[in-house]
């Protein structure tokens, strides 16, 4: 099976610029849950530091952790270029520990899907757990497994055109529902460039998380005081929502 490591460091280049074309929009949300807590905070998966940085800028005690080599030297060199200084390392959400305390720890852009085992899963909510000081909340998202789009989408190939460094590259995905009883879903993906030619290629695999699974898994590590919402404005989660977003908290 794919290491999730090998996938982001293939895709460490490219990352920022594809993933801008998407437009994702939960920056801003999680700029303003790290704002509004008194303490640190520690971000899984921050990758290139798309969201880490920004907390940095807005003065927020912050910190990261990524399974990605190639990804954290992006996030090291991007925040020189910017005169900030990161505190992220190299470790999984299902096996890192802190010597201090977090008020608030964020698990955005699909990270905790990344958990393909109920050992994983479990793993990496009781790491959270352990790290939140007193009170502390632990807010992700992930894309809510839609049954439409998984049979009409699935197994087609899609794409997004994206500039970088003066050229424009199409980014092309296709998901495949790799094991049907355990939900594992493959994600093939390359860059090609003007001319068509693949530049990269890798593959990632991910579990789908329904929302009664994931309560399971919360109150099965500790936190049995939690919220979720279906977009990052508080919104009603109904069969129509994209994102689910969680807040967790524990004692």
Known sequence: MTRIEDYF?????????????????????????????????????????????ELLADGVDAY???????????????????????????????????????????????????????????????????????????????????????CEHYGTETTVEFDYDGTTYTAASRLVLEDEVERIVRAERAVRDENGETVVEADSVFKLLPKR????????????DYEVYGDFDDGELTADSFDMVWVARCD
């Open 9 to 53: 460091d293939a895709w460490s280049e490219f990352y920022d610029a594809e993933l801008a074309a998407r437009d994702p929009d939960d920056v801003g949300f999680y700029r303003e849950r790290a704002s509004a807590v008194d303490g640190p905070v520690l971000e899984l998966g921050c990758g290139t530091g798309r969201i880490t940085l």
């Open 64 to 150: 990261g952790i990524d399974v990605s080599a190639e990804m954290l030297a992006t996030l090291r060199e991007t925040a020189a270029e910017r005169g900030l200084d990161p505190s992220v390392r190299q470790a999984d959400q299902a096996d890192f520990a802190f010597d201090r305390e977090f008020a608030l720890v964020i698990g955005p852009a699909d990270v905790f899907l990344y958990n393909l085992t109920i050992a994983e899963q479990t793993a990496a909510l009781e790491n959270v757990r352990d790290a939140l000081a007193s009170g502390g909340e632990f807010v992700f998202s992930y894309f809510t497994p839609d049954l439409d789009t998984i």
């Open 213 to 224: 699974e994931m309560e399971l898994l919360l109150q099965r590590a500790g936190f049995d």
